[in-house]
């Protein structure tokens, strides 16, 4: 197991699923490099706090023959195969989210794909290329 790998594993807690949340979430830094794990408290939309793992930074999104680095936030649950990640794009001060069909107006990204995330049997990696692909779609 890479270093890295090991040191995420050490940051999940007990309730986690740690070698396989580890595992993915280091494949998903070796493919967005600028993501970073970390713990957060994150705020559902009922109000209700939970700490939890998140990978954090950007991604980079085609748009027009253009690509963009679109920042954003993954927050991973404890449940976390059986449920999707929520995702939530993060702007800068100097950008400003549109809602629509996959975006809300508060940034979470509403993709099929992560409506559809149990029936999926992709690997990481393929998990990560469709989400990409999907962000695509919603700028």
């Known amino acids: ?31 967005f490099q600028s993501l970073v794990p970390m713990m957060g408290r994150h705020v559902y939309n009922d109000g209700t706090t939970k700490n939890l793992m998140s990978l954090t930074g950007t991604i980079p999104v085609l748009f027009e023959d253009e690509t963009y680095n679109i920042p954003v936030c993954l927050w991973i649950e404890a449940s976390y195969p059986q449920t999707a990640p929520i995702c939530y794009v993060t702007p800068t001060s100097d950008m400003m989210v549109l809602s629509g069909k996959y975006i809300s107006s508060n940034g979470e990204v509403m993709l099929p794909y992560l409506e559809d995330w149990k029936k999926v049997g992709y690997s990481s990696t393929d998990k990560q290329r469709f989400f990409q692909r999907q962000m695509e779609v919603c700028i």
């Open 1 to 31: 197991m890479p270093y890295f790998e090991n040191a995420i594993r050490k940051m999940l807690p007990t309730k986690y699923r740690r070698k396989h949340v580890a595992h993915d979430m280091y494949v998903a830094v070796v493919h």
